[in-house]
């Protein structure tokens, strides 16, 4: 595997060595030693799938302090838009985000540490998503920040008319907002 440091500490793009003939392909997917000598030792306590249709956003999610999560992530079936927001409030990056297109096609995958909003947009006429996480989902510490904050200037690339958003994530907080606190 190649792995890829981002203009953003900490997070990581990484990009299999597929070996494919006539009759399909293999590649691996995730060893622990391999990315432990890159990325480092985390713990990843479950794994989790999500489908969805074009235009669908989910996101931007985090979970507040020391309920947050690493996440590994990956496309298994078409193509999305993933994106990581730096919430890490004495990072030099704080408020910057970064975007990858992680797809069926290219196997990339995106290694996002705790301190990370994260969100997604399908690309594709249908994606299923899945993502490793290093801690358990706690409903109580869950947050999510507007998907289209003007202050985070994320270009997604589908014409808001057909964007498929769920309450929750219509309701999310401004950056403004969650930039006073300190939640890393």
Not at 142 to 165: C, F, G, H, R
């Amino acid at each position: 595997m190649n792995y890829i440091q981002t203009e953003i500490d900490g997070v990581w793009l990484i990009e299999p060595t597929v070996y494919g003939d006539q009759r399909g392909y293999f590649m691996e997917s995730f060893k622990q030693q391999e990315f432990e000598q890159h990325i480092g030792r985390v713990n990843f306590l479950q794994d989790n799938e999500s489908k969805s249709v074009f235009g669908v956003l989910r996101g931007l999610h985090y979970q507040q302090g020391e309920y947050s999560q690493a996440k590994l992530v990956r496309v298994i079936k078409g193509a999305v838009l993933d994106v990581a927001v730096d919430l890490r409030t004495a990072s030099p990056t704080f408020g910057k985000h970064i975007s990858v297109e992680l797809s069926e096609d290219n196997k990339r995958q995106l290694f996002i540490p705790r301190g990370f909003a994260h969100g997604f947009l399908v690309l594709s006429d249908e994606a299923i998503f899945t993502y490793k996480v290093d801690n358990y989902y706690t409903p109580q510490a869950e947050a999510t920040i507007m998907y289209n904050d003007p202050q985070l200037k994320i270009d997604w690339p589908v014409d808001p008319s057909v964007l498929i958003v769920s309450d929750k994530d219509k309701c999310g907080t401004s950056f403004a907002e969650v930039a006073t606190k300190s939640l890393f």
